[in-house]
């Protein structure tokens, strides 16, 4: 492509360093998209014939054929797709296919076809997320007033309900959604025609391509719009947020399906079994989902160090910017549909989780609250003669429910019978009626809210 220039071909080393083929084929159809609008574009400005920019259409269309059929023959010695699709193009149309490069550059050609894989990302992204705070839902419908133990600390602290637990995820998940909304509405301009650097002396109308690739507008900045890859690297922070919080989510599931806990029973289509141990059941799609961030972290990572330093506009350091996407993107695109599928097929042990709910004292809020709303007791007083409560039941060896009204003067004399009814998980959980609060109301009112969002 430039033999013009040079007397010798390239080193075996400076090819295998050089060569993005290996990877960027799977730009093939975000390439062969932005050369058809070139192509369409330059025709319309009289840059090109219109038999030509036809042929060089309808030949890319082959090409495209071609690679997803299999039958293509990429080559290390033509670099990149860029080369190896207007190299096939060359023995498919012949000369018209040399004028395709007028006007522009690989550097504003790669920007744009990245910028296209990238968006799609963003959109699956937004699909996945999407689907997986519907499995969420169903969950948190199912279970709006079933109580579990709330924790702070991984300690028992106050109950609450599973629905309310589901939809915290469902905040989550949304956030992660919004993020890449975000981004994806920032990302949108067309690098297209910007050329090399600084931009061209042909009549382009780079508002012409950036339509008909989806894009809203051109970006204002030739210099900006070839070295630019924020939009990868907003990608890839979102993502990154996103797996964190599909890494917390797996590492419940991991708990809450351990012997011990017991609070959910995952499908078998979820899980494997031990070669050695036949009564093993494993959360392994949980545990490689919480693993995932290390990857996409470190994709984050290292896209943010190889930018960093960079002088305007384009430089080769730029061509590492791919496989590090690409990586973090075909992963994360797997742990939601992993999270998804188990969300949808997990079973809630409801009897165990109303039982965990009950032990460790988990109402002794309540029975603080009371003493403050009923005996009028200043909430620190209210804290110590609970504090004292929770010891006897210790010491006796009971949860606070099986104290005694004796047991109860013993500490206090002006405590009621009527005391009993907040020690009990359901009227726990039924009282937390302040917005946002763990109340089957209340749950159900978030239910309601994200329902008709989604819809
Ligand atoms: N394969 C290159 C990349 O991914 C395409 C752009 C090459 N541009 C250049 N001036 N050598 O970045």
Known sequence: MWGGRFAAGPDAIMEAINASIGFDKRLAKQDIDGSRAHAAMLAAQ?????????????????????????????????????????????????????????????????????KLWVREQMDAAIAGLTALMQALIGQAEAGADWVMPGFTHLQTAQPVTWGHHMMAYVEMFARDRSRFEDARKRMNECPLGAAALAGTSFPIDRHATATALGFDRPSANSLDAVSDRDFALEYLSTATICAMHLSRFAEELVIWS????????????????????????????????????????????????????????????????????????????????????????????????????????????????????????????????????????????????????????????????DVYQVLGVHNSVASRMSYGGTAPAQVRAQITRWKETLA
């Open 46 to 114: 009289g840059i090109l014939t219109d038999s030509d920019a036809e042929a060089i259409r309808e030949g890319l269309l082959t090409v495209l054929s071609e690679i997803e059929g299999g039958t293509f023959q990429f080559s290390t010695a033509l670099e990149d797709i860029h080369m190896n699709v207007e190299s096939r193009l060359k023995e498919i149309v012949g000369e018209p296919a040399g004028r395709l490069h007028t006007a522009r550059s690989r550097n504003d050609q790669v920007a744009t076809d990245f």
């Open 258 to 417: 351990s012997a011990q806990f017991r609070f959910v029973t995952l499908s078998d289509r979820f899980s494997t079994g031990s070669s050695i141990m036949p009564q093993k059941k494993n959360p392994d799609a949980a545990e490689l989902i919480r693993a995932k961030i290390g990857r996409i972290l470190g994709a984050n990572v290292a896209l943010l160090t190889v930018m960093k330093g960079l002088p305007l506009a384009y430089s080769k350091d730029m061509q590492e910017d791919k496989e590090q996407v690409f990586d973090a993107a075909d992963n994360l695109a797997l742990a939601l549909a992993a999270m998804e599928g188990m969300v949808r097929d997990m079973t809630a042990n409801v009897a165990n989780l109303e039982a965990a709910a009950g032990s460790g004292f988990s109402t002794a809020t309540d029975l603080a609250d009371w003493l403050v709303r009923v005996l009028d007791m200043p909430f620190r007083d209210a804290h110590h003669v609970t504090g004292a409560l929770v010891k006897l039941a210790e010491d006796k060896g009971c949860d606070l429910p099986d104290l005694s009204l004796d047991d109860m003067h013993s500490v206090n004399g002006q405590i009621t019978a």
